[in-house]
Every structure is written in C-alpha cells, then in structure tokens.
C-alpha cells in the first residue's frame, strides 16, 4: 500500500525537497501556507479528513531567529500554536506528524555535540518557540516524530550558503564569524534520511544534522572554494556582531540515535556540500 503524506508549508527549502522526493515513491500533496493554515484548525480538519494522510509532515515555520525577538507573537502562533493544531487534528484523524526542530533549543554552553536527552536552555525567542512546539506536540499525540535539524540549506530561498554567494559575487567584503560551531545540512542528506524513517515508521524525538561540525567561517570559506570564487573573507567573533538575537556558540547535534535507528549514517558536511554544489552551480551529480 502506497503512503499518503500531506505536507504543511511545502514551499519552503525543505519543503519543496521533501516533496520532490516522496513524491518519486508516495501519494504526496504538499500545500503553501495559503492552501492549509496551520494556525486555522477548522481548515486542517478539512484538509486532512478529505486526503486521509498516513503522514503529515510540518515543514511550516518561523524561522527568522532576529525577527523573532521582534514579533513575538507571530513567531510563537506559528511555532507553537500551529504544530498542536497539527498535533490534536492528526491525533483525532489517527496519522502520524512529522515536524522539525532547531539546534537553537539549546544554549551552547558546551563543547561536545548535543544528544536527545540533553536539557534545552533556549537562549533566544525563536529557540523558546521551538522548545514549546515540541512540547505541544508530545502532549497532543502519541504518534509523533521530531527532528531538530541544524544550518539547513538547499535550492533557492534564505541560506548561507546562498548569502556567502551572492555577497561574494557583489564583490562585498565577507566578515564571518568564528566562534558560532554547528552542522551544515543539506536538505536533500535530511530529506534521504525522513523518507527512510517514515518508512520504517519511527516515532520518538531525534537529532538529524550533517556529520561532523565546523565553524561558519570555516563553511563559508568552503562554499567559496567549492564554487571557485576568490573572495576576502574576514573572520570575526560574534561580540563584534549587532543582531536582536543572541546565537548559541556551539550548537552541533550528535545523530548517532537516528542513524543506528536506520542504519544510514548521514553524509559528512564537507561530503554533502561538495554533492549539492556540483549539482546546483556546476549541474554535477547529485547526492
């Protein structure tokens, strides 16, 4: 039998590549924000007692870490509110949620990847949002898989990667940070490693991020020389940096769970970004 997934804010990076996809193996309707609010219930409902998903994947969300010190109540409508919407009508209809998770729910204060069981201690407003979304979820439904994923980036739309291009290619001076580690990840890896979790169906909380770890100057610096581009790129601390939001200094994520759970190790960062620029600038193969 053929899974049905429904997919929430499916024109989003990680959206549109999780649709295209599941979509080679799966009945697959991915919806904008227009076509399926998640903050209106009464159209979920609808929506999903119509399709009779097997799956809902959340792919809906706040993801502007500065903005969100600002707009407050917007980013948690959309990161808290919206996914127990999700949570208490798949939990009614009896499909299971899928949603993701940030490397922002902790605060950095270590020098060692994070695990599952690792205490959260948000150090921003976006990071308390994500916290209280898990939270709202594992409280509304039993049949629930949650990835805290980190550095995403893939396809058009808000990246650094694509932010290192474009200010490289204008020509601008890059002044990039040090002292902030985490684990790229590129949304096709995590997208290769959702479809298999959803086929095996795994539930539960787990990390899923590229392998390894890096700073962002150190990514940035590998994003130049993967694309052949010389630029002046200047390292910074994050002290010298003015943003509305505090960022974790270190917030890798260890995904030793999820990967013995499926016995697919994800691709190390470097790996993963050599795949996805041969495939988008150089129209290389892909992963």
Known sequence: MVLKVL?????????????????????????TSDEMDILNKNQLNKRIKAYKPDWIINCAAYNNVDEAEIDR??????????????????????????????????????????IETDPTNPINHYGRTKVEGEKRIMECHDDYLIIRTSWLYGG???????????????GSLLQVVDDQIGNPTCTLDLALQVELAMRVKLSGLYHCSGLGYCSRFDFAEKILSLAGISADVKAIKTSDTIHNAERP???ALDSQLIEQSLGRRMLSWEDSLEAYMKKEINNGPSL
């Open 7 to 31: 997919i929430a804010g499916g024109n989003g990076q990680l959206g549109r590549e999780l649709n295209k996809l599941l979509d080679r193996k799966y009945r697959v309707m991915s919806c």
């Open 73 to 114: 109540s917007r980013a948690e409508l959309i990161n808290e509110l919206g996914p127990r919407n999700l949570a208490e009508v798949a939990n009614e209809h009896r499909c299971a949620l899928l949603h993701f998770s940030s490397d922002y729910v902790f605060d950095g204060r270590t020098d060692k990847p994070y």
């Open 156 to 170: 058009s739309g808000r990246s650094f990667v694509n932010a290192v291009l474009a200010r490289a290619k204008q």
């Open 249 to 251: 200094l270190f917030s």
